[in-house]
Structures are given as C-alpha cells and as structure tokens.
C-alpha cells in the first residue's frame, strides 16, 4: 500500500508542477514505482514539464467516466523506470471529477504504486479540494515572497482543517544574493511564520526554465544546483538524513569567470 | 407608501428613526420584522440609536426592553442625533508606543476584574481563519498575517500577533490585547481602530494594547501588570 503526497500552493507559479515532476522522477530514480497526479484539469501542464504530451490518449476524466480503464490511462515515462503519469483532460474543467471519485481512483493508484504524488491547482477552489480529498501527506510549496508565504499560510490552515496533518515545506527559487541585500524572506522567518517542517530549498536555477520546456526534470542532472536540492529532497522524503545545501551566490571572480567559461561541459 | 421606520447603519452603530407620525405600537412591530428578518446581518450591531418617533419614557422603555432582550442590543439610546458626534475616527489611527509613560498612569485595575467565559485555542491561527468568541480569547500559538480574532473581552496571544485582533467588540474599551510579540496588521478595542505606524519597531517582550483616552497604546505588559 502505497501513499498519497499532494504537492500543493495556493498561489500559481511558484513551482508546484515542476517540483511534482521532480520528485516523482527523483523518486523513481532511486528504484521506486511512482505515479504522477495532474489534478489542475483544464489547465494541464504536468505532462509537457516531464516531457509526455505527445503520448496522451486517455485521461483522468476517460478513467472516472468509464471510458477506459485505468491502466489505459496511464503513461509509462520514457526515461525513467517506474515512473507512469495520469494526465489531466485538457478539455474539461475542475468539476468533472468529483471528490469521491478522486479518493476512489487515488486508493485504486496506492495498491500499485509506492508513492502516488498529486499536482494540485492553484486557488483553493474545488480543484484544491478534489486534490487533497485523497492525500496521506503534503507538500507546500512557496518562494520567499511576502504573497506567496501568506498564500502558503492559508493552505497549511485548510489541509490542517481538512486532517491532511502531515504537512512540509518546500522554499523554491531561492535567491543567495537578494537575501543577503534583504530584499527576500530569508529561510528562518517563513518557518517562523508558517511554523511547518522545512523539507527542502530549492535555488532559483535558470535551468529549470530551460529543462521545463525541453520536458526533461532538472532532477536528471547532476550538476545543476537544482537538480542537487530535489535530490536531496527526495532522499529526505525517503526518509535520510540530508543537510541543507550550502546557498552560494554566482562567483563573479576572474578566476571564477574562466574556470565557469572552461568548465561548461 | 412611506416606511414609518428607518434603519441606517452608523459607524459604530445601527440608527432607527421613527417617521414622527407613526403609531407605537405599529413601529413597535415594524422594527421587529425588520430586525428579525435580517437578524444575522444585525447581528454584530451592539448599539442602537432611536431617532425621531417623540416616544414617551414607558415607550422607550418598552423599545429599549424589546432590542436588548430579543435582539442582543448592548446599548440603547433616544434622539441622541444632537449628541456630539462619535469621537471614533474614520480613518484608523497610528496606536502609539508610550514607553516612557507614567506608571502610574499605565496602572490598569480592569486587567485582574475580568470574569467571565474564556476560549483556549491550541494552535496557530492561519489566514484567513476567524475566530469570534463571546469572552476572551487565549491563542497558544500565533496569529498570521490575514487571521482575525473578535472577543467581546480581552485577546492574548501566547505567541506572535501578526493578523487582525479586535477586543471588547461589544463596545467595551476597558479591555486589552496582549501578545508575545504584538506586531498586527489592525488592533481594534471596542469601537477604535489603530494600525501600525510604518516603522514601527518590533521588540522582544511581550506587549499591552488597550485604550487611554481615545486612543490605543501599547506598553510593556511588565510596566502594565505592576
């Protein structure tokens, strides 16, 4: 039996869709069987981020409808051994599966999946609540911004309400630099103000841009300073022990500069 | 046909006038249906001010009965339109921070008579949660930004007060908010309103919020409590 991880925000465009990606990947990677939730239905992203658009023939809504069976619906991922993908339907909008089919289909996934993580909508709407009606545990995402841990804030408060208890925290698209010039939240007061268990940070990386539109997690890469932090986070999902990476700032150095300019592979 | 009551919403209050040519006991009964259809909408109206209507002593005190017993009213006043202006400001003040202050002044024998019903809430409240209790409120956490806690009597937070927070909403200004780090987005104490000024700043000991004249000051509780 496996269990069910929502990956959730309150606000859009803070990362919820690339960190699903991520970990999912990251998890399937160290050998486990994962199964990736698009619950954003209208507005599916989840699918083009891991690089599987092309290969959609049936959806969440094919499966809740009866017009196909689940294991028809699902996407086995090209690269990654036990990673599978059940889209969204692009055509349709939130209310087309309701919460009890959700928790029905959600069930169905953990008997034969270690890890089933749910991409949830941003607003905390019906489509929040159809994406967390089934989950064990939750991830919030946030970046260090003032709307975005306030956002964060309320969401924690409707998981609480609703007994998902389980509830981490994930920093993205940490900048070294504008902490520093205290232009950012920095890591110690959104704990303080969310009062959750930090799970990981993520640095902001260009490269997530870059491999979000070539459809190939950063997770994969092991030189990138964001593909290190959702490594590390799934090692502590995994449940290891794993020190916060060290935020360095870009060296701006002479020697830094040429060693950046050789060392590019 | 014209209404023979009025209801009009003050600021701090709900104003009734009675068209001068009414019969009683028909106004009597026009501001019952009126009130009880929208009771929940009047629901937070603590104060009435009846206008117009010259009723006599037995029949305001007949009106004044009615609203307090069926309707919750706290307080009743007649033809009180002449009555100077309420001193509540529109625009909510800057509270201030009177940290050298008199003690003596800040002396506050309400803080020890309190007695009455308490609600004890065992976790942060998170935006957009709102609680309203009849009595006090203790919060064992924080309050976040965008949270609100209404009491009718004092507010303390055993932890960082960072959202909204409005003591004594039944009108009484002799109740206080008291926090941790008292840091709100809004401070309300019966029917006055204060924001932080902009540079405000944070200190590391717990803080008093209650009313000294018309206005909101916040002192050391140590200074408060001697």
């Known amino acids: ?37 698009d619950a954003d239905i209208g507005l599916r992203n989840l699918d083009v981020v891991i690089g599987l658009e092309n290969r959609i023939v049936y959806d969440i809504v094919d499966v809740v409808e009866g017009n196909c069976k689940l294991k028809n619906a699902l996407i086995k991922d090209k690269r990654t051994e036990g990673l599978y993908l059940l889209p969204a339907a692009q055509t349709r909008d939130k209310t087309a599966v309701s919460n009890e089919q959700m928790t029905k289909l959600v069930s169905e996934l953990k008997e034969e999946f270690e890890y089933v993580l749910i991409d949830c909508p941003a607003g905390i709407e019906h489509g929040f609540k159809n994406a967390i009606v089934a989950a064990d545990k939750a991830i919030v995402v946030t970046v260090p911004e003032v709307s975005a841990v306030r956002d964060a804030d309320r969401i924690i408060g ?32 959104t704990l303080e103000i969310l009062s959750v268990d930090l799970l990981g940070i993520v640095p902001e990386d260009s490269e997530i841009i870059r491999s979000s539109n070539i459809g190939e997690p950063v997770v994969i890469k092991a030189e990138t300073p964001a593909g290190i932090a959702y ?10 022990d794993v020190p916060l990476m060290e935020l360095k700032k870009e060296p701006t150095g002479f020697l830094s500069t040429l060693k950046r300019l050789f060392g590019r592979k | 046909m014209r209404d023979i009551v009025a209801f009009k919403g003050k600021q701090s209050s709900l104003e009734i006038e009675i068209a001068s040519d009414a019969d009683f006991s028909d106004a009597l009964k026009a501001i019952a249906e ?41 307080s009743v006043d007649f033809d009180s339109a002449n009555k100077p202006k309420s001193r509540i400001p529109r625009v909510p003040r800057l509270f201030q921070k009177e940290e050298s202050a008199p003690v003596s002044e800040l002396k506050s024998d309400v803080l020890s008579k309190k007695v009455g019903s308490a609600v004890f809430v065992m976790e942060t409240v998170r935006n957009g949660q709102r609680i309203d209790f009849d009595g006090d409120i203790v919060v ?58 902009k540079n405000a700043q944070q200190v590391n000991y717990p803080e008093i919020a209650r009313v000294v004249g018309d206005t909101i000051v916040i002192a050391p509780a140590s200074r408060v409590i001697k």
């Open chain 2, 140 to 197: 064992c956490g924080d309050v976040n930004f965008g949270a609100e806690l209404v009491a009718t009597g004092n507010i303390a937070v055993m932890g960082a007060l960072r959202g909204k927070a409005h003591a004594g909403s039944m009108g009484d200004e002799t109740c206080v908010v008291t926090a941790y780090r008292l840091a709100p987005q809004q401070l309300r104490i019966g029917g006055i309103i204060a924001i932080a000024p």
């Open chain 1, 1 to 37: 039996m496996g269990e069910a991880i929502v990956i959730t925000s309150g606000k859009g465009g803070v990362g919820k869709t690339t960190t699903t990606a991520n970990l999912g990947t990251g998890l399937a990677m160290r050998g486990h069987k994962v199964v990736l939730v």
């Open chain 1, 231 to 240: 490594r590390n986070i799934v090692a502590r999902i995994l449940g290891e």
């Open chain 1, 158 to 189: 409707l998981l609480l309400a609703n007994e998902v208890s389980y509830v981490k925290l994930i920093i993205n698209r940490l900048r070294k630099d504008m902490i520093d010039a205290g232009n950012m939240l920095d890591i110690d007061d």
């Open chain 2, 34 to 74: 009126r009130l009880e259809a929208k009771r929940s909408f009047f629901a937070g109206s603590a104060c009435v001010n009846v206008v117009g209507g010259s009723l006599s002593e037995e029949q305001q005190k007949e009106l004044e009965t009615m609203l307090k017993r069926d309707f919750g009213m706290l």
